[in-house]
């Protein structure tokens, strides 16, 4: 009998899916492409084909111009060569899937990036049952335990609530943390207007075309700085220690970021305010949902492979690296 899962192939630049001669998540462009989420690192522009979600498509068309694509609905299953292919919620960021491959009785799930928490701006993970779990493992050490998102941000709040003179720049990746940020913030009742630096402001017209609701934002470069004191600013990371950053009053600097458990890295980034607030799952969560699906084999894509493989071990599931480069999760 044939080596379980051995009709996928690792390469370093993505999974291969021989009897679908198609790649997931591919860094090189190629001809058939199936697509877990917009970030940067899965989603490159260039590929003849492209299977993702209508929403993962619309991200790329902001970033890479038209896709050649091919809209998959969550739950809808398609044939690709031998392959049965759906598409499953990841909980990552909007329109972000798990990939569900069936072929020659075994079910393959390469789950892409992931969460287990609540997220209003998109659809929660859905555990699917299978022979081999592909998975990342971005947090993937015990230390890695976030907290409560609310908690996080009434932090946030408060800082804001306790100098009106000042406004807090929340650094926040420009796909899904942005946005995320902003609807945990109107959840906790903030319906003030947020201020946004050009850099995320596609990313959130796009959110609202799709069906979330930002609430009130403004542009900060109409803004007069004294307009933005006691006012929360969202730029990308990079914007943080940049001189646009001078044309704000007196910011208090936050970055929302699983990141930030490590207090090391807020130092080095001149960050006052770390928010733990990650769209990866954490130690827990991964561990979580490897008990629950039980699958035969946990194949790992790429983060801190070599604790959750020992965990495997441990609990008697076969675990394997995968590998694959180009993976960066700072879209944590
Ligand atoms: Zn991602
Ligand atoms: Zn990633």
């Given at each position: ?7 996928i ?5 993505g999974i291969y899916v021989?009897?679908a001669d198609a790649w997931i998540d591919p860094?090189?462009?190629k001809a058939k492409a199936l697509v877990t989420h917009?970030?940067?690192?899965h989603a490159?522009?260039?590929h003849?084909e492209v299977w993702a979600t209508?929403?993962t498509l ?11 694509g091919h809209?998959v ?5 398609i044939?690709l060569g031998?392959v049965?292919v759906s598409f ?9 899937a798990q990939i569900v491959l ?8 390469v789950?892409g ?220």
């Amino acid at each position: 009998m044939a080596r379980l899962g051995s009709w996928i192939e690792p390469f370093p630049e993505g999974i291969y899916v021989r009897p679908a001669d198609a790649w997931i998540d591919p860094s090189q462009p190629k001809a058939k492409a199936l697509v877990t989420h917009g970030h940067a690192d899965h989603a490159r522009g260039g590929h003849s084909e492209v299977w993702a979600t209508a929403e993962t498509l619309a991200i790329m068309g902001v970033r890479y111009g038209d896709q050649n694509g091919h809209a998959v609905a969550y739950g809808e299953r398609i044939r690709l060569g031998e392959v049965d292919v759906s598409f499953v919620p990841a909980g990552h960021v909007l329109g972000s899937a798990q990939i569900v491959l069936e072929h020659g009785g075994e079910r393959i799930v390469v789950s892409g990036d992931y969460k287990r928490r609540e997220d209003p701006t998109c659809a929660p993970f859905e555990p699917v049952p299978c022979d081999i779990f592909i998975t990342e493992a971005t947090f993937g050490l015990p230390v890695f335990r976030h907290p409560d998102t609310g908690s996080e941000i009434d932090r946030l709040l408060h800082r804001l609530h306790s100098d009106p003179s000042r406004c807090v720049l929340v650094g926040a990746y420009a796909l899904g943390k942005a946005q995320r940020v902003i609807t945990e913030l109107r959840r906790r009742g903030h319906d003030r207007p947020i201020y946004y630096h050009g850099a995320v402001e596609r990313l959130c017209n796009l959110y609202e075309e799709l069906g979330v609701p930002l609430g009130e934002m403004r542009h900060t470069a109409g803004a007069k700085k004294e307009d933005m004191a006691g006012h929360i600013v969202i730029a990308p990371p990079s914007a943080l220690n940049d001189r646009w950053s001078r044309r704000l009053p007196d910011p208090v600097t936050a970055m929302a970021s699983g990141w930030m458990r490590i207090r090391q890295r807020a130092r080095q980034s001149n960050i006052e305010l770390p928010l733990i607030i990650s769209d990866h799952a954490d130690w827990d969560e991964l561990t979580c949902t490897i008990r629950e699906l039980a699958p035969r084999e946990v194949w790992i894509t790429h983060g801190r492979e070599e604790a959750l493989k020992h965990w495997c071990m441990i609990h008697q599931i076969k675990a394997r690296e995968l590998n694959l480069v180009g993976y960066e999760d700072e879209d944590d």
